[in-house]
Nanobody
Framework: QVRLVESGGGLVQAGGSLRLSCAAS????????MGWYRQAPGKQRELVAT???????NYADSVKGRFTISRDNAKNTVSLQMNSAKPEDTAVYYC?????????WGQGTQVTVSS
């Protein structure tokens, strides 16, 4: 059983910063890609950023230059540093982890950016 626990969501003013974290626990052998996705009201869930075991990153165009994803392989954690936040970043943010051939999702954490 794999459990993902996210933390760090909340309310931030436009232009501000927020840091999200996700910790994986349980049967976490063979962790591959880790990433963050988000879903705004009335919209489909979309990719924000991913990072491989080796540290290769991929970002959605909308967050490039503002968000930074990082991971700690020893602790099985992944973080998302959100800078220069915009109101359009408002969404529920989900952590996703690939372990062997399975995908696991966190419960989501709300991020609200006020204008």
């Amino acid at each position: 059983q794999v459990r993902l626990v996210e933390s760090g969501g909340g309310l931030v003013q436009a232009g501000g910063s927020l840091r999200l974290s996700c910790a994986a626990s349980g049967s976490i052998f063979g962790v591959n890609n880790m990433g963050w996705y988000r879903q705004a009201p009335g919209k489909q869930r979309e990719l924000v950023a991913t990072i491989t075991w080796g540290g290769t990153t991929n970002y959605a165009d909308s967050v490039k230059g503002r968000f930074t994803i990082s991971r700690d392989n020893a602790k099985n954690t992944v973080s998302l540093q959100m800078n220069s936040a915009k109101p359009e970043d408002t969404a529920v943010y989900y952590c996703r982890v690939s372990i062997m051939s399975n995908l696991y999702w966190g419960q989501g954490t709300q991020v609200t950016v006020s204008s």
